[in-house]
């Protein structure tokens, strides 16, 4: 006990709230025969200074003398282990409460309660960027459009909100419950505002199509568990109209499971190594692909919305020398987040490795640099892929000329 600094905390009015005590005062003795009425939490003398634990019982304090509201203990506790986590300044590091960590489970398995939209914070400007609408879903129905911006979502403010999963824990939630989403979009004078009747959204995370005779096209919007099955799907189907050569688009995808681009880049690739991680105390696992593939050119588009798995996926096809990487610098995602379920539902996220590319780059704040890089033409800068025709999508072009052999 001599070397520990020990908070008793009441259970009338639990949150964290400590009484420091020293071994052989009366307080302590008077704490230990009264402990079956309070929890305690340690904290080790030698890395905790005694003035923070002070700090901590001054502003208990003042909320519980000052505080205008009831004061729910719980919920306090609830913000303690957040920030507890947040004070990290990882922003891939955090706790995610019981109802987002469904939501999230839910999303991983292809499949969700909402409006169906795909969202991301933008690079700049205000609002919540809208990256694609779901044509299954009713936003899409409502008129929602990729490219608008979310400034709203019932009473909460979302314009300046650097926090993305707690935007989409508010645009989620229950089959037929309703939301009200106020948007702002380009050459509207007035925001729109939007009532929408929430419901299951099947996600369609890869398509494609034959823009030329012997080019096929799949579009990944996001990786997720059937991701791959629908890759193989759509890409037979496209073999068997006669495709050639492939473009591979993975712009405004922000990446998901691991999973999902392993088992897609061991379609593609004959052998070697798709990427590989290296955690903190230097151990290194290889996620390689096993023999087998396939043998045809691959242009591989990119934008600044592509996001960890994407740029995995892009990274392990070039350095294979499988595909050239066209568009513009990826985001820059190379981390790896472990995600443990606590007891009551909630859980965590915790960076524990780096991504690795092939060419042993971590991609970390530096992204993958195409080989081409396009900007898209001036009015559909920083727009939405979805959102940009075909026509006058410069990085799809270029795509077509390369697999054409103009380039």
Same mark, same amino acid.
């Given at each position: 006990m001599k070397n520990r600094i020990v908070i008793f905390i009441v259970i009338i009015a639990v949150v964290l709230t400590a009484s420091l005590s020293v071994v052989g005062t009366l307080s302590l003795v008077t704490i230990l025969e009264n402990r079956q009425d309070r929890y305690y939490i340690t904290f080790d003398s030698s890395v905790v200074d005694a003035a923070n634990i002070d700090k901590f019982n001054e502003v208990r304090d003042l909320l519980y003398e000052k505080y205008m509201g009831e004061i729910d203990e719980n919920i306090l506790l609830e913000g303690v282990i957040a920030g507890m986590v947040g004070a990290l300044g990882d922003p891939y590091t955090m706790y995610v409460d019981a109802e987002t960590m469904a939501l999230m489970e839910a999303d991983s398995e292809g499949e969700y309660s909402g409006i169906g939209v795909t969202i991301t914070i933008p690079n700049e400007g205000s609002g919540i960027l809208i990256l694609d609408v779901n044509e299954l879903g009713p936003a899409f129905e409502s008129g929602?459009? $990729?490219?608008?911006?979310?400034? @709203?979502?019932? *009473?909460?403010?979302?314009? /300046?909100?650097?926090? =993305?999963n707690y935007v989409a824990s508010l645009v989620r939630g229950e089959a037929g419950s309703d939301?009200?989403?106020?948007?702002? @979009?380009?050459? *509207?004078?007035?925001?729109?505002?939007?009532?929408?009747? @929430?419901?299951?959204?099947?996600? +369609? %995370?890869?398509?494609?199509?034959?823009?030329?005779?012997?080019?096929?096209? +799949?579009?990944?919007? &996001? /990786?997720?568990?059937?991701?791959?099955?629908? /890759?193989?799907?759509? /890409?037979?189907?496209?073999?068997?109209?006669?495709? *050639?050569?492939?473009?591979? %688009?993975?712009?405004?995808?922000?990446?998901? &499971?691991?999973?999902?681009i392993i088992n897609i880049a061991d379609m593609i690739m004959e052998e070697g190594i798709i990427t590989y991680t290296v955690d903190?105390?230097?151990?290194?696992?290889?996620?390689?692909?096993?023999?087998? #593939?396939?043998?045809?050119?691959?242009?591989?588009?990119?934008? *600044?919305?592509? $996001?960890? $798995? &994407?740029?995995?996926?892009? #990274?392990?096809?070039? %350095?294979?020398?499988?595909?050239?990487?066209?568009?513009?610098?990826?985001?820059?995602?190379?981390?790896?987040?472990?995600?443990?379920?606590?007891?009551?539902?909630?859980? =965590?996220?915790?960076? +524990? $490795?780096?991504?690795?590319?092939? &060419?042993?780059?971590?991609?970390?704040? +530096?992204?993958?640099?195409?080989d081409f890089e396009i900007e898209q033409a001036g009015d559909y800068q920083g727009m939405p892929v979805s959102a940009v025709p075909r026509e006058d999508d410069l990085q799809f072009i270029k795509a077509l000329e390369i697999l054409k052999g103009n380039e």
């Open positions: 929602i459009l $990729a490219g608008d911006r979310v400034i @709203r979502v019932d *009473e909460y403010d979302v314009a /300046f909100s650097d926090d =993305l939301v009200e989403i106020e948007i702002i @979009r380009e050459n *509207e004078t007035k925001s729109l505002v939007f009532n929408i009747t @929430r419901r299951t959204v099947n996600s +369609i %995370d890869v398509t494609g199509d034959m823009p030329d005779e012997k080019i096929g096209y +799949i579009k990944i919007k &996001s /990786f997720t568990q059937d991701s791959p099955e629908e /890759f193989a799907n759509v /890409f037979n189907d496209l073999v068997g109209q006669g495709m *050639e050569s492939l473009v591979m %688009d993975v712009r405004d995808n922000p990446g998901g &499971s691991l999973y999902a903190r105390d230097g151990n290194r696992e290889d996620y390689t692909a096993a023999r087998g #593939g396939v043998s045809l050119p691959i242009v591989i588009l990119v934008n *600044e919305y592509s $996001a960890s $798995a &994407s740029e995995m996926l892009a #990274g392990a096809l070039r %350095d294979n020398g499988l595909a050239t990487v066209v568009g513009t610098t990826t985001f820059g995602k190379g981390l790896v987040q472990g995600v443990y379920n606590l007891e009551d539902g909630s859980g =965590l996220r915790i960076t +524990i $490795a780096k991504y690795y590319t092939p &060419s042993d780059v971590c991609i970390q704040d +530096i992204g993958i640099v195409p």
